[in-house]
């Protein structure tokens, strides 16, 4: 990371989300699978967010839901990287800090969803150490043990 450049936990906004998520490329588009505005302001009531800055630019985000401190599964519910910075290691690096923290706070597991004709993200995420464990309509669902 060159000096301008900083990965941040939860000090992101609404509207910085909602910025953030306009400028990503997901297929299917996010807003086609969930009411954004309801979906945003879960993540901050409940989720943690790992923010990758770059010339106060939000340019990567990762947001998990490490609250089930009874089963210690954690829940990776988005990841996020501007279209212009995509293949440069970013989500690699909110994906490792978010381990990290995960593994402090005693978390056993990480799960998350997946599109099952989203090959890159799911490639992305065998790489990282997730095994696929159950399909659900048009979804994967995978895990990594920590």
Request: proline share 3%.
């Given at each position: 990371m ?11 906004s ?6 953030h998520?306009k400028?990503?490329?997901f ?8 009411n ?5 302001k879960?993540i901050l009531?409940?989720g943690?967010c790992f923010?990758?800055w770059r010339?106060?630019k ?11 401190y ?6 990776i519910t ?7 910075h995509?293949?440069?290691?970013i989500?690699t690096?909110l994906?490792?800090e978010?381990?990290i923290?995960?593994?402090?706070m005693?978390f056993t597991?990480i ?5 099952k004709n ?5 490639r992305f995420?065998?790489?990282n150490?997730f095994?696929?464990m159950?399909l659900k309509?048009?979804?994967?669902f ?5």
């Open positions: 060159d000096s301008q450049t900083i990965i941040k936990k939860n000090t992101v609404y509207k910085q989300i909602m910025e998520i400028k990503c490329n297929n299917p588009p996010l807003e086609t699978q969930v954004l505005k309801e979906y945003v879960k009531k409940f943690d923010e990758y010339n106060n939000l340019i990567g985000l990762i947001v998990v839901y490490l609250n089930d009874k089963t210690k599964r954690g829940f988005y990841l996020g990287v501007v279209k212009n995509l293949r440069k290691g989500a690096k994906l490792k978010t381990i923290t995960a593994k402090k005693g597991e799960s998350l969803e997946v599109e989203n090959y890159p993200a799911l995420y065998q790489k150490g095994k696929k159950a309509s048009s979804k994967i995978m895990t990594k043990f920590l």
